[in-house]
């Protein structure tokens, strides 16, 4: 009961201010709204970022530079690594490429790339699982008028005794990937159908496939020159360059621009956290010496209720409760105030569906709720301090 008391001459007290109360609120506003549109557009512009170097594959792709020997085992052994999400090995760039015609007279000369299941850049898409089944580039397909379910004709030629010789497959088409996941002509299958090719190319026979040439005599264990890897996550791309890097294996990777995004997350913490210290500063400078103002304007007030028998804490209690609802309205118009410019910011940076330039979490507001009512608290202290030590016998001349 004397709780509910006092909640209720705290708020009869607080609404008998309105003017300093809502000189009060909205001082808190003006140091919380800016903290959280700052911190909205740290969240939201490096979370931005970070989403679309995540859900580009080119990122965590590592490319190895130069001349190179590959055995099979040794690319297994890179795929079994934690930070590797997918590794597949790659023939000779000279022979991995095929003449592709459709249904018109256009033939178009494109790329090979090995693929297999978890391919990174093929996710979401059906996994080419047999050699003579292709996902193709949307270039591609949209060069060669080809659709998922159609079938295309593959050329694949070779010069031999001074005299061109070629091959003719035909290649299921089992999806088209988008533009911005691969812009160059393309088609991806297992790494089996490019091995066929470089063997034919080389002018050995593929008997899989009825091609005629050399044959092969004993079974070799085949070098590959390069391989395609990707990966586990953007953290793990810089250790896997130090590792080829430490192996003599000169590799391009797309760290630095996974080092930009880091380094402009850690310069806007530090702006936030410099900007944040001066404004709470400066705001608990401020709940502070209006608390101690008002204890002085209602010391009299405050001296009747300690003769009515208001212990201490009451005391106390009661212009801490005066801060707090200060500082919950302060909060509530911040919050109105950040949504209202967060909303001005994505649709005046709105360039992609999903994605937003300013942005705040409800584990932010809430971190955000505490840290105003503990700063308020705080800073109410003071005047909670002065508050009890006011003697019954001053409120005796106004009984």
């Known amino acids: 009961m004397r709780a509910g008391l006092l909640l209720s001459l705290a708020w009869a007290d607080y609404r008998g201010e ?12 003006a140091v919380i709204t800016p903290l959280l549109v700052l911190f909205g557009l740290k969240y939201g512009l490096v979370g931005t970022l970070t989403e679309r170097l995540e859900r580009a594959p080119s990122v965590r792709e590592i490319i190895p530079v130069g001349g190179a020997r590959y055995r099979a ?5 890179l795929a079994a690594r934690a930070d590797v999400a997918f ?15 459709g249904g018109g007279e256009t033939v ?24 003579t089944r292709v996902v193709l580039s949307h270039g591609a397909a949209e060069k060669l008028g080809a659709q998922p379910g159609e079938r295309i004709v593959a050329r694949i030629g070779r010069r031999m005794d001074g005299q061109a010789q070629s091959q003719r497959l035909e290649l299921e088409v089992l999806a088209v990937l988008p533009q911005e996941r691969f812009a160059r002509d393309a088609l991806f299958a297992p790494l089996a159908l490019l091995e066929a090719a470089e063997d034919y190319r080389d002018g050995r026979a593929v008997p899989a496939y009825g091609w005629p040439g050399k044959a092969g005599g ?22 896997l360059r130090r590792h080829f890097v430490a192996s003599g294996v000169e590799v391009a990777t797309q760290a630095e621009a996974i080092a930009q995004v880091r380094s402009l997350s850690r310069n806007l913490g530090l702006v936030f ?13 401020a709940i502070a010496a209006s608390s101690l103002a ?17 212990p201490t804490a009451a005391l106390v209690g009661f212009v801490m409760l005066l801060a707090l609802f200060s500082a919950l309205f302060g909060l509530l118009l911040a919050g109105l105030l950040y949504a209202a410019a967060a909303g001005a910011l994505n649709h005046l940076f709105d360039n992609q569906s999903g994605e937003f330039v ?32 006011i003697e019954a016998a001053e409120g005796l001349r106004d009984v």
Do not use: N
């Open 18 to 29: 309105a003017r300093l109360s809502l000189c009060a609120i909205f001082a808190l506003a």
């Open 73 to 77: 085992g040794e690319i297994a052994a």
């Open 87 to 101: 590794a597949v090995p790659r023939t000779r760039q000279i022979a991995a490429s095929a003449d592709l015609s």
């Open 108 to 131: 178009l000369s494109v790329e090979m790339i090995p693929s297999a299941a978890g391919d990174p850049l093929l996710a979401g898409l059906p996994q080419p699982d047999r050699p």
């Open 218 to 239: 004993a079974p070799r264990e085949r070098i590959y020159p390069g391989f395609r890897l990707y990966a586990r996550d953007l953290d793990a791309v810089e250790g």
């Open 273 to 285: 956290w410099i900007v944040a210290a001066l404004a709470i500063g400066g705001a608990f400078a």
């Open 294 to 310: 008002s204890v002085e304007r209602k010391r009299r007030a405050l001296a009747v209720l300690r003769l009515l028998g208001f």
């Open 358 to 389: 300013c942005r705040l979490l409800p584990i932010h507001f809430l971190a955000a709720l505490l840290a105003t009512l503990l700063c308020s608290v705080l800073a109410a202290a003071s005047g909670g301090w002065r508050a009890a030590r």
